[in-house]
């Protein structure tokens, strides 16, 4: 079984401040990492992932992440947030037989002015 | 035009009527998903479909049902709807061929907003 825990359910920061979104995962099988993010009234979208490689990944909007397999962690970075950052964020594992993604239960990014 | 379509994009329903959430994609991915988001617990996987002839429950399942109509369409169905129900429904898709690679890897519709009263 796999699991993810996302360390902070909401961060708060201000405008051109740097962001870390933690996020631990478990699992006994070699994993696939991601990370989506869902605009206000809006389904989810793809950030960033993780499949082999490098262990810094880049994504849109200038967010990178960093693979880390000794922690079992693959927090998310940006060095400077704009307003149109806030979201929610959602670091997901998959792995095993069948690929199936599991969320950890996300965290709010609230870029204040 | 969307990949995911999710219709209908809200409504509102009362305790015990029967409700179907409908999805349809255009990506031609052969694996489907449902996907349940309620505040501060992310999201939750009800049924997944690998084909057309394959139906699986996941970690919330009691209470819903699917079917898989076709590669393109699959639908979600509450019985009799519950205010428990409320919540944001997402379709999803997945692709275990097309990169070569299965990753898991999803792609959402735009979210189906439930509301049992």
């Known amino acids: 079984a796999q699991s993810v825990t996302q360390l902070d359910s909401q961060v708060p920061v201000f405008e051109e401040a740097p962001v870390e979104l933690r996020c631990n995962y478990s699992s006994s099988v070699s994993v696939y990492l991601f990370w989506y993010v869902q605009y206000p009234n809006q389904g989810l979208q793809l950030l960033l992932k993780y499949l082999s490689g490098s262990t810094l990944v880049k994504g849109i909007n200038g967010f990178e992440a960093e693979f880390n397999k000794s922690q079992t962690s693959f927090h998310l970075r940006k060095p400077s947030v704009h307003i149109s950052d806030t979201a929610e964020y959602f670091c997901?594992?998959?792995?095993?037989?069948?690929?199936?993604?599991?969320f950890g239960k996300g965290t709010l990014l609230t870029v204040n002015p | 035009d969307a990949d995911v379509t999710q219709t209908p994009r809200n409504r509102i329903t009362k305790t015990g009527k029967r409700i179907m959430l409908e999805c349809s994609q255009t990506?031609?991915?052969?694996?489907m998903y449902w996907y349940r988001q309620d505040p501060g617990l992310g999201l939750r996987l009800i049924y997944y479909?690998?084909?057309?002839?394959?139906?699986n429950k996941g970690e919330i399942s009691d209470g819903y049902s699917v079917s898989r109509q076709a590669q393109a369409k699959f639908s979600l169905s509450l019985e009799s709807a519950i205010p428990n129900q409320t919540a944001l429904y997402f379709c999803?898709?997945?692709?275990?061929?097309?990169?070569?690679?299965?990753?898991?890897?999803?792609?959402f519709g735009e979210g189906s907003r439930l509301t049992v009263l």
């Open positions: 479909s690998f084909d057309v002839k394959d139906i």
């Open positions: 990506k031609g991915h052969d694996r």
């Open positions: 997901a594992v998959s792995g095993g037989s069948n690929y199936k993604l599991t």
């Open positions: 999803a898709t997945s692709d275990p061929h097309g990169t070569g690679t299965n990753t898991g890897e999803l792609f």
